[in-house]
């Protein structure tokens, strides 16, 4: 069965530190990745997302950048935090004909 | 005008009430779907609807093509369903969710 791993379940960093935050999804091929935020009260934005490995597309310019490294793996990061980067940030894959499956995210709070 | 609405913004309810949560979109689909939010922020993918009608134990998801409307039902409400319910159109379009609070 296809399984989906986030982590760190929570971060707290200090402004102007990095960032990585890694994805990676068990049980399927060739995936199609993204990167969600969710600010406080807000609904999801779509940050990046990958149709196959050193593919990403932005949807958003800001202070983060995503890589794909390997098949199934996806990483966001971040060479200096700001305080607007705080959030709750979601990973998720889907396939053709699937539907969405979503990691369990990370609260990244910026100090 | 955001492309994917949804009403109620809040619901409260008693337990064992039936619940219905609508959702109205503007753009081309090939599938809508039905996310619910759980306190601790994981997101589940409920429902994913082209056409007509799919159930999963008390949920139920409709879909309207034709009028670009769909809704999802709860039948028997429990506490435990208690979480944001989210209408989207993966992968960028997002409704800003309903927030169901279940009373016992």
């Known amino acids: 069965s296809q399984t989906i791993h986030q982590w760190p379940a929570t971060l707290v960093q200090p402004v102007g530190s990095p960032l990585s935050l890694e994805c990676t999804v068990e049980?399927?091929?060739?995936?199609?990745l993204y990167w969600y935020r969710q600010a406080a009260g807000r609904g999801l934005q779509l940050l990046f997302y990958?149709?196959?490995?050193?593919?990403i597309s932005s949807e958003v310019p800001q202070n983060l950048s995503a890589s794909r490294p390997q098949d199934r793996q996806f990483i966001l990061s971040s060479k200096k935090l700001l305080l607007s980067d705080s959030g709750f940030y979601l990973c998720?894959?889907?396939?053709?004909?699937?539907?969405?499956?979503f990691g369990s995210g990370t609260r990244l709070t910026v100090v | 005008k955001n492309e994917v609405e949804q009403s109620p913004q809040n619901l409260t309810a008693q337990e064992g009430e039936f619940i219905t949560i609508n959702c109205s979109y503007s753009?081309?689909?090939?599938?809508l779907h039905w996310l619910q939010q759980h306190p601790g922020g994981g997101i589940v993918s409920l429902f994913m609807?082209?056409?007509g009608k799919k159930k999963h134990g008390r949920l139920i998801a409709t879909i309207n093509i034709q009028e670009k409307h769909s809704s999802l039902h709860i039948t028997a409400s429990h506490p435990r369903d208690s979480a944001v319910y989210i209408c989207?159109?993966?992968?960028?379009?997002f409704g800003a969710g309903t927030r169901l609070t279940v009373k016992p």
């Open positions: 998720a894959w889907s396939a053709t004909g699937t539907g969405y499956t």
């Open positions: 049980g399927t091929s060739n995936p199609n």
């Open positions: 990958s149709v196959g490995i050193g593919q």
């Open positions: 753009v081309g689909i090939s599938a």
């Open positions: 609807l082209s056409s």
């Open positions: 989207a159109v993966p992968p960028t379009r």
